[in-house]
């Protein structure tokens, strides 16, 4: 691949990508959906998140994506609070992280190739400078014959790869993944994962939460537990 995260080296020497103490959060209907949650991922690990459905999977993604800020405790990403963090400083923190939510999140309007682009273009990349890399992504995630069909003409797997790749294709410093092949066959499961791989070895931060158990277990990550809205296997 040629997308080019930070050297494994640079993640050594920096401070942990995601660093949650004692963090708490609930809503009006469900209190305590997350208590007094501890977690360091190191710059460079690998982790899946595991648990039962309720467990607060989906909500802790939330709080690392800054799309919910913590009731209680604190929240650092990249070595600098984001729990307390305006929103006018948010953008800044997103455009370090891959996210791949479990809807896909992509725009009807445009094609597969321009979706992928998107981020690169908001960024204020050249297409000539990215053009090549938007390319060898789709062509990885086995969307390199579609690259003009917009999503709805697209299966449910197919509209996942392409989230995927997406998240991908800037090199991210964290990638936050929601179920990603959760509508995805094995051999293609197996793929994605070698993709995530690849980017761990560049010295991307990835953190892949999934009922996979089987999956998990191939990729050698650590493996986090949470369940009744209290985590095991990350304390800080």
Do not use: C
Request: glycine letters at 12%.
């Amino acid at each position: 691949m040629s997308v080019q995260p930070r050297r494994a080296a640079d993640a050594a020497s920096s401070p942990a990508t995601v660093r949650l103490r004692g963090v708490g959060f609930g809503y009006v209907e469900t209190p305590g959906v997350l208590r007094d949650v501890n977690l360091t991922l190191p710059a460079g690990s690998f982790h899946f998140l595991t648990g039962p459905s309720g467990a607060g999977k989906t909500t802790l993604l939330k709080l690392l994506t800054l799309a919910e800020q913590p009731q209680s405790g604190s929240l650092e990403l990249f070595g600098e609070e984001a729990g307390t963090a305006r929103r006018a400083d948010l953008p800044a923190f997103r455009r370090r992280m891959g996210v791949i939510f479990q809807d896909f999140r992509l725009l009807d309007h445009l094609s597969a190739w321009e979706n992928v682009a998107l981020p690169l273009r908001l960024a204020g990349a050249k297409t000539a400078d990215y053009a090549d890399n938007v390319h060898e992504m789709l062509e990885w995630v086995g969307l390199g014959e579609k690259l003009d069909a917009r999503p709805p003409a697209l299966s449910g797997g197919e509209k996942q790869r392409l989230a995927i790749a997406r998240a991908v294709v800037t090199g991210p410093e964290l990638i936050v993944a929601d179920e990603p092949t959760g509508n995805v066959d094995a051999v293609m499961a197996g793929r994605l994962l070698k993709l995530f791989q690849s980017m761990n070895r560049l010295g991307t931060t990835v953190l892949i939460a999934s009922h996979d158990a089987e999956l998990a277990a191939r990729s050698g990550a650590t493996v986090l537990t949470l369940d009744g809205g209290r985590l095991t296997g990350g304390a800080a």
